[in-house]
């Protein structure tokens, strides 16, 4: 089992920055941040694997970066010239892959608003 802390959520205004963290109480093969809207899935917003591989979606290149400090087991997400359509809840995921099982594990989410 692992166990996922986020912080970092809050109000900002249009073109701000946020910085969200999340530190896993275990070695993760993956981590991940999704964000999701009332109504709406959980969409993918970022990840990276090992210590440099990062993937984004489209919606957030050139805005977010995410990186990890495998020393403390934390993920952070920067999230820069931020847009009123990123207002969401934002959840840490974590995949660990032992024996070839690959397990999922989610943070409780922490929320952003973007004010216009």
Partial sequence: QVQLVESGGGLVQAGGSLKLSCTASGRA???????????????????????????????VKGRFTISRDDATNTVYLQMDSLKPEDTATYYCNAVTVTDGNCENYWGQGTHITVSS
Avoid at 37 to 45: A, C, K, L, Y
Wanted: net charge negative.
């Fill in 29 to 59: 093969s993956a981590m991940n941040w999704y964000r999701q809207t009332p109504g709406n899935e959980r969409d993918f917003v970022a990840g990276i694997i090992g210590g440099s591989s990062t993937n984004y979606a489209d919606s």
